[in-house]
């Protein structure tokens, strides 16, 4: 009987343990969903910053203007920006970003130059901190659905670090979003700006949806129409100064995209995780149930044995 009551105690506590995983589930669905309202509410801006961009383009020509933040020098130390997550229990989220920094980090050094890291998220941190890498900023604890303000924050550390000389160039390692259930980390370099890249370009927002009682990502192409600048367009400030404000926006921009990216894939690795150990779960609780109704047959079995063999000991 002992046996019987360790079994029913173990299928109450994975029943509980499905509930918890089941929640958080449900929790990481919601939250992709503010992500994609996010999503959704800074396109007009970028969409018009894109439109501007393009239009100076095509009245100036990038490559003659003296801007610094389309300037390409000799590259010897890079700056290697990180976004990783704050917490675990998101599948090989973090373990698949690290592992690409880590191999972007020993190209760099094959190739003689120095590289420094800015990390974003506590888990990337910690594992670059005890291996004592280059670490020049850390950033933690910001919000699950990134803000504007979080990306300028970590925009002006990488302008203050490429301006000043420390590095000659900055590159991104994040996690693309692709769908609920596969994410890719890439590496883009995302200083020096490339002056062919600031036109606008076709693009595409997901949307989180329900399909026969189960999440699925709808992907919806957005194409941007760029309206050219009149002709007879007056500036009352030189093209060069106005470029010179616009583009740490778009790097802003820029960096506000990945880090929305970055924030789906891991919301979205968590709701697989959680969906898998909520299945795993209900297969445990089926398996011990099995066990309980034999171990509960044969203790029945055994009791009735032992009835009949005591009644034919009292006739004998």
Do not use: H, W
């Amino acid at each position: 009987m002992a046996n019987l009551k360790a079994i029913r105690d173990r299928i109450k506590s994975v029943r509980n343990t499905r509930k918890i995983t089941e929640a958080m589930r449900l929790v990481a669905a919601a939250k992709v969903r503010r992500a994609q309202e996010q999503v959704l509410s800074t396109r007009p801006f970028a969409d018009r910053l894109a439109q501007v961009l393009a239009g100076l383009q095509q009245r100036l020509q990038f490559e003659n203007a003296d801007l610094p933040l389309l300037q390409r020098r000799e590259v010897k130390t890079v700056a290697l920006l990180v976004v990783s997550g704050d917490r675990g229990l998101c599948g090989g989220y973090n373990a698949s970003v690290i592992r690409r920094a880590e191999q972007r980090s020993r190209e760099l050094a094959a190739q003689g130059l120095d590289y420094r890291f800015v990390i974003v998220g506590r888990k990337a941190s910690q594992y670059f901190q005890r291996r004592d890498q280059p670490i020049e900023a850390t950033y933690s604890g910001l919000e699950q659905i990134p803000t504007a303000k979080e990306a300028n924050d970590i925009a002006d550390e990488l302008l203050s670090l490429f301006l000043s000389g420390t590095v000659d160039r900055v590159e991104l390692v994040y996690t693309k979003f692709l769908s609920l259930v596969a994410s890719n980390p890439v590496v883009q370099t995302l200083l020096p700006l490339d002056p062919q890249g600031l036109a606008s370009s076709d693009d595409e927002i997901f949307r989180l949806t329900t399909r026969g009682g189960s999440f699925t990502v709808e992907r919806e192409k957005l194409t941007s129409e760029v309206a050219p600048l009149p002709r007879d367009m007056i500036f009352e400030q030189d093209p060069v100064q106005i470029l010179s404000a616009l583009l740490p926006l778009y790097l802003s921009n820029q960096l506000l995209r990945a880090l929305q990216e970055a924030a789906a894939s891991e919301l979205a690795a968590r709701m697989t995780a959680m969906n898998s150990a909520s299945d795993n779960a209900n297969a445990l609780v089926g398996q011990l149930t099995l066990v309980y109704n034999k171990a509960r047959q044969a203790a029945i079995t055994q009791e009735l044995l032992e009835v009949v063999a005591g009644a034919e000991a009292l006739n004998g």
